[in-house]
């Protein structure tokens, strides 16, 4: 599976995408923005696992002779494939930018 447009993402479309003006000062009013964006990331791992626990599921069902579907089957690995690389990307990037700012001299 080629994720390359996850990983390509050119800084003139980041450009254009900045705007100064969204950008607020940290003040307690909007201190849980971090609680969001980890929530987010927290609900993005728990779907990646549920997915890899329903292509687990189907994998021993079709074993098993409980499901005969092979279409079942592939939907539910690919799904799983898919999650779980999205979830390497963001992660990828994620370290990538703390690599970035630990490098940043003050």
């Known amino acids: 599976m080629d994720i390359s447009a996850l990983t390509n993402v050119s800084s003139d479309y980041i450009a254009g995408q900045y705007d100064p003006s969204r950008i607020t000062p940290f003040t307690e009013e909007n201190s849980d923005d971090f609680q969001t964006v980890l929530g987010a990331a927290m609900n993005m791992i728990n779907e990646t696992n549920d997915y890899q626990n329903a292509a687990e599921s189907a994998e021993i ?46």
Do not use: C, P, W
Request: aromatic residues 6%; charged residues 20%; without cysteine.
């Open 61 to 106: 069902q079709f074993a098993l002779g409980e499901s005969l579907s092979t279409h079942d089957l592939a939907v539910a690995q690919q799904k799983a494939n898919i999650a779980l690389s999205y979830t390497v990307a963001v992660r990828d990037k994620i370290l990538e930018a703390y690599r970035e700012i630990m490098n940043m001299s003050i």
